[in-house]
């Protein structure tokens, strides 16, 4: 069965450094989401692309975070300078247009 | 803006005894409406969700959810819990606007169940 691959599983960095996470969508997904969900919080949108466009990034906080599908497929999610309230879960999903959200595991970041 | 209400934090129930999670929704029009499920350290996998027609949907793992526009809810049962239904349970409404605004779903707090042998 297809999977939405992220990676590290697991990062712990201290604050000011940069992090950087990786995502590999379902093959055929166009749109591809990352969403952080901070402990105890449901999950929150950061950005949104539609093939290699971005569509959303409202929620973004672009002093710091930035995120690129250059081709269209894998994605990469960075933070730069990291602060101990980016600790959370970053969880990528795919999706065709219109269709069910597919979830990866995670990247837990932890910002000592 | 939507949001999503889960009012319960935490639920504990027995293994064989029913359950009910409520959700409560704030959305100016028919709301997509979804419950995904987390297992500790994972990712969320759906368990079900409503579009539109009858409002009664059913899910896998034996899991089923009422729309009910008249008290904004879309609670989620099930008849028997398993002790490995113990997780973190997800809200989520989206907007149901069509192109690609499916996505942009905005989740609850989440409730987590415990269940008792």
């Known amino acids: 069965e297809a999977e939405v691959a992220q990676s590290p599983r697991y990062k712990i960095t201290e604050k000011s450094q940069a992090v950087a996470f990786w995502c590999d969508p379902i093959?055929?997904?166009?749109?591809l989401y990352w969403y952080r969900q901070i402990l105890g919080q449901g999950p929150e949108l950061l950005v949104q692309?539609?093939?290699?466009?971005?569509?959303?990034d409202s929620q973004l906080p672009k002093d710091r975070f930035s995120a690129e599908r250059l081709k269209g497929v894998d994605s990469t999610l960075k933070i730069q300078p990291a602060e101990l309230g980016d600790s959370a879960m970053y969880l990528c999903?795919?999706?065709?247009?219109?269709?069910?959200?597919?979830f990866g595991e995670g990247s837990r970041l932890t910002v000592l | 803006a939507q949001s999503v209400t889960q009012p319960d934090i935490h639920i504990t129930v027995s293994e064989g005894a029913s359950l009910e999670l409520r959700c409560n929704y704030s959305?100016?029009?028919?709301?997509?409406l979804f419950w995904y499920v987390q297992s500790p350290g994972q990712g969320l996998q759906l368990l079900l969700k409503?579009?539109?027609?009858?409002?009664l949907v059913q899910g896998i793992k034996g899991f089923e959810a009422e729309f009910k526009r008249s008290q904004s809810s879309f609670n989620l049962r099930k008849p028997s819990v398993h002790w490995s239904d113990a997780a973190e349970y997800f809200c989520?409404?989206?907007?149901?606007?069509?192109?690609?605004?499916?996505?942009?779903?905005?989740f609850g707090q989440g409730t987590i169940l415990t269940v008792h042998p």
């Open positions: 999903a795919s999706s065709r247009p219109h269709g069910e959200l597919f």
């Open positions: 093959s055929g997904h166009a749109t």
């Open positions: 692309f539609q093939d290699e466009s971005v569509v959303d």
């Open positions: 959305y100016g029009a028919t709301p997509y």
């Open positions: 409503y579009f539109s027609g009858d409002t």
């Open positions: 989520a409404v989206a907007e149901n606007a069509g192109g690609t605004s499916y996505g942009k779903l905005t």
